[in-house]
């Protein structure tokens, strides 16, 4: 062998051994500080890089700030352990990595995490605790996820009483947030994970409206899930949703253990805003452990839902007043003040004002019925436009034009199955719009409510429950029945005609790989160190 030959093997082994191949990276951030952070964030260079933030307590009075090049995990060292899930209840968080949210959010808000994914990349937020400095309030989160990554997980996270919200995430995502932690702050209001699609279908104007004009696809991935997280609200402070969703948001709320909160959804139009309502939901098989004094366990005032096997038994203690409340907010301004027409979507129906809105559609002068976005409204024409210029693009209809309602389909809010007891002299489901909200049409309800099963159902109203064998063989159009055996929701579709209308998303969530709820592994097969 030539002595050129062997100064050539030997060049190729130091290559092999010690120069990084193309390919997966970790990334060492000096330390938990905001700028170690960004430093070692403006470093990703290959899809599969993920950032370890070392343990530490670090104070954040300026935003990191990542746009999503490539497939990224950024974790810490804090973990959250036990199931999170309401066959345990056991969840515990453990703080090793600490950051401190001291932003200033006023104005436009950013968040201390400020992410926007990129379409056909992962991105994972793992093992950090995120504590409550003493800045300003943030109502859109100290982290921000937004883009259009499809494969988004938030996981093994410690949300240690932040002042009013903890997250947002929206644009055109799709993911899961599980097996986290919130704590909900002593005082003031708060909100845990917030839901908006602002960018779905590549929509620019960030109303919503794509969300509204396309199909609603119950039992798919193309959802926000929150699974395994245990909410608690120790000071039992009145204004406690778990979340909120508004801008054509999607979500789906499963297996979670939740104590002292509650859930909401927002309507189309608070206060003249342009903004469209949440779209559609999903809630079951979450569990209440505590809290007294609640008003409701839903607040419902937008889009179309499936709501089942949830367990909030009172046993005495008056957790929630009522189970589930349903509203349409346009009828007047007992919430919000609506502008008219074209300044506004106006009120809907001429009972407060005089004066209707031609974006409703009017089946009834009065009542405006079916107003648009309302609970149990779906799929319908596409906005376009802002004020004063919003037009149906299908028609090419204005405000000013009856032809404006985007008949939106009719797709009526599912109850069945839930269990809850009544103390107090609560209601299961209170209707507060009985003249726009109409049972067996825009709703239907398990036939024995609050009892976890749904008896007695003839195929004549509501929805029933049982072995697919015990189906009645008669049925009326929009009732529907849930086969314990099949796990599904069938729905009579025309007369004495059965159809497949729901089968439950498959869980764990895909991406939660591990689905045990451990906390994530320490990085392996590194590739490169970078500090």
């Not at 990554?149 to 899961?176: C, E, K, L, P």
Request: glycine share 10%; hydrophobic share 30%.
């Amino acid at each position: 062998m030539t002595r050129m030959l062997k100064l050539c093997l030997m060049i190729s082994c130091v290559v092999t051994l010690f120069c990084p191949r193309a390919g997966a990276q970790t990334i060492n951030a000096a330390s938990c500080s905001q700028s170690d952070v960004q430093t070692a964030l403006n470093s990703v260079a290959a899809d599969g890089t993920t950032v370890v933030i070392p343990a530490g307590t670090c104070t954040w009075s300026t935003s990191v700030n990542y746009n999503q090049v490539f497939s990224t995990t950024i974790q810490g060292e804090s973990t959250v352990t036990g199931s999170c899930s309401p066959s345990s209840t056991s969840c515990v968080a453990n703080d090793n990595t600490i950051i401190v949210d001291n932003l200033n959010h006023n104005g436009s808000d950013p968040g201390t995490f400020d992410i926007t994914t990129a379409s056909g990349k992962s991105f994972r937020l793992t093992g950090l605790t995120f504590n409550w400095g003493s800045s300003t309030s943030t109502y859109h989160g100290t982290v921000q996820i937004q883009g259009q990554s499809q494969a988004v997980r938030v996981d093994h996270n410690h949300f240690n009483r932040i002042s009013v919200t903890d997250m947002t995430i929206g644009g055109w995502t799709y993911g899961v947030v599980d097996h986290n932690f919130f704590d909900v702050p002593t005082s003031g209001g708060w909100n845990g994970v917030k839901v908006n699609e602002v960018s779905w279908n590549n929509e620019t104007a960030g109303n919503g409206d794509n969300s509204w004009a396309d199909t609603t696809t119950f039992g798919s991935n193309r959802f926000l899930f929150v699974e395994n997280n245990y909410f608690n609200n120790p000071a039992n402070i009145s204004t406690a949703p778990a979340n909120d969703c508004d801008h054509g948001g999607r979500y789906v709320w499963r297996y979670n253990v939740m104590s002292g909160v509650e859930l909401q959804t927002h309507p189309t139009g608070p206060g003249g805003d342009r903004g469209r309502g949440c779209r559609a939901h999903e809630v079951y098989n979450n569990l209440v452990v505590g809290g007294s004094g609640r008003f409701n366990f839903m607040f419902l005032s937008s889009g179309t839902e499936l709501m089942w096997g949830n367990t909030a038994n009172n046993s005495g203690n008056a957790v929630y007043q009522e189970f589930v409340t349903i509203h349409s907010m346009r009828k007047d301004n007992s919430t919000y003040t609506q502008s008219p027409t074209p300044n506004g979507w106006g009120y809907c129906g001429t009972s407060f004002t005089g004066t209707g809105s031609n974006w409703d559609e009017n089946i009834s002068a009065l009542t405006g019925y079916r107003c648009m976005d309302q609970p149990g409204q779906g799929v319908g024409d596409l906005l376009v436009n802002g004020f004063p210029n919003v037009t149906n693009s299908a028609t090419g209809c204005s405000s000013s034009s009856p032809c404006a309602w985007p008949r939106e389909a009719l797709e009526p809010v599912y109850e069945w199955m839930d269990t809850w007891t009544s103390t107090g002299g609560g209601s299961f489901y209170l209707n507060d719009d009985p003249t726009v909200l109409i049972p067996n049409s825009d709703y239907y309800l398990c036939t024995t409510p609050g009892t976890g099963s749904c008896n007695g159902f003839t195929g004549a109203s509501g929805v029933g429950s049982g072995l697919l064998s015990a189906r009645p063989s008669t049925c009326l159009p929009l009732v529907a029945y849930w086969a314990t055996d099949t796990q599904t929701l069938y729905q009579c579709a025309t007369p004495n005609t059965w159809t497949t209308y729901y089968t439950p998303y498959t869980y764990p969530h895909p991406l939660d790989t591990a689905g045990s709820g451990d906390p994530p592994a320490a990085p392996s097969n590194l590739k490169a160190t970078i500090n």
